[in-house]
C-alpha cells in the first residue's frame, strides 16, 4: 500500500513538472507610462503659443545661445571660467522664457476655460449637437482659444470622426483643464443621457473656485519670489560688474578661482531649485493624455 502511494505521488509530481513545461506564463504587466521631462517641455512650448516650435528646435536654441555668449564673453573678458558661467545661464535662457511664458498663458487660461464651458452648456441646452455646440467655440469663445477649436471644427467636418478629432483638440490644447473637459465630453458621447448639462456646470463652478483661489495664493506668493530671485541672481551680477575689470577677475583664471566659481553655481542651483520647491502651488499634470 506504501509502495502505491509513493507511486502516485512520483507520478504526479512527474505529470506536474511536464504540465508546467506547456501551460504559457501570463505576460508581464504593461508598466503605466510617465511624463518624461521632453514630454512636460513640449506641453510647455504648446501652452506657450509657440505652436511650430520643436524640442529639438529649442534644446539648439539652447546650444546656439551658450555658444555665442562663451565667444563673446571670452573675447570682452578672456577668462575661460567666467565665461562659461555666463554661458551656461545662457543656455537655459530659451528654456526660462517658454516656461515663464507658459505660466502666464496657464494663467490666463485658467480664468477663460470657465466662460469656454458655459458656452459649450448654452450651445446645448439650445438645442446643438455636441460637436456643434464644440466647434462654435472657435468663432464665439475666448480669443485665446478659438484656434485650437477652429482646428477641430474643420477636422470633424473633413473626416466626421469625433473621437479622433478630440484626441488632436487635445493635442493641439496641451493643458490639463482641456484634457478633462475633452474626456467629460467624450464620456457624455459615449453614454448618452441628460446629466451632460449638469456635468458641464459643476466643472464651470469648479474651473471658478479654483481660479479664484490660485490667484489669491498667486498674489501673496509673488513678492517672496521675487525677493528670493533677487537673492539668487545678486552674486552673478556682482561678478558681472567686476568683469568690466581685468585686475579684479584674473585670480578666476586659476585652479582656485576655477573651484569658487564651481561651488558658487553648485550652491546657486541648489538655492533656486529649493526656493521653487519649498514655493511651488501644486500644477495640474496631464493625467489624461
Same mark, same amino acid.
Given at each position: ?23 504559457? &506564463? ?37 546650444? +546656439? ?13 578672456? +577668462? ?14 530659451? +528654456? ?47 480669443? /485665446?482659444?478659438? /484656434? ?24 493641439? !490644447? ?21 446629466? !451632460? ?21 498667486? &498674489? ?11 537673492? +539668487? ?10 568683469? &568690466? ?30 526656493? !521653487? ?5 501644486? /500644477? ?6
Amino acid at each position: 500500500m506504501t509502495g502505491v502511494l509513493l507511486g502516485l505521488l512520483l507520478g504526479t509530481g512527474l505529470f506536474l513538472i511536464w504540465w508546467s513545461l506547456w501551460v504559457p &506564463t501570463p505576460a508581464p504587466p504593461r508598466s503605466v507610462s510617465r511624463t518624461g521631462p521632453l514630454d512636460r517641455l513640449s506641453d510647455e512650448i504648446v501652452q506657450a503659443g509657440f505652436a511650430g516650435l520643436s524640442v529639438r528646435t529649442l534644446v539648439f536654441a539652447c546650444v +546656439v545661445a551658450f555658444a555665442l555668449v562663451l565667444a563673446l564673453v571670452q573675447a570682452t573678458v578672456g +577668462v575661460l571660467p567666467i565665461a562659461a558661467c555666463f554661458a551656461l545661464m545662457a543656455a537655459f535662457a530659451p +528654456v526660462a522664457l517658454v516656461r515663464r511664458r507658459a505660466r502666464s498663458r496657464r494663467a490666463r487660461l485658467r480664468d477663460l476655460w470657465p466662460d469656454a464651458v458655459d458656452n459649450i452648456t448654452s450651445g446645448v441646452r439650445a438645442g446643438m449637437a455636441l460637436p456643434e455646440a464644440l466647434a462654435q467655440l472657435g468663432t464665439r469663445g475666448p480669443d /485665446e482659444l478659438r /484656434e485650437p477649436f477652429l482646428a477641430f471644427a474643420d477636422d470633424y467636418r473633413l473626416t466626421g470622426r469625433f473621437h479622433d478629432s478630440l484626441d488632436r483638440l487635445k493635442d493641439r !490644447l496641451s493643458d490639463p483643464v482641456g484634457d478633462r473637459l475633452v474626456e467629460s465630453l467624450r464620456i457624455a458621447r459615449e453614454v448618452g443621457g441628460t446629466d !451632460l448639462g449638469h456635468l458641464l456646470r459643476t466643472l464651470s463652478g469648479f474651473l471658478r473656485e479654483d481660479a479664484r483661489t490660485r490667484a489669491e495664493l498667486e &498674489t501673496r506668493q509673488s513678492w517672496t519670489v521675487n525677493a528670493a530671485r533677487l537673492a +539668487v541672481a545678486a552674486p552673478w551680477l556682482v561678478l558681472a560688474m567686476l568683469s &568690466t575689470n581685468p585686475e579684479s577677475v584674473r585670480a578666476y583664471s586659476t585652479g582656485l578661482g576655477v573651484a569658487v566659481l564651481a561651488v558658487g553655481g553648485v550652491l546657486t542651483a541648489f538655492a533656486y531649485w529649493s526656493m !521653487l520647491r519649498i514655493g511651488r502651488l501644486p /500644477e495640474d499634470e496631464r493625467v489624461l493624455r
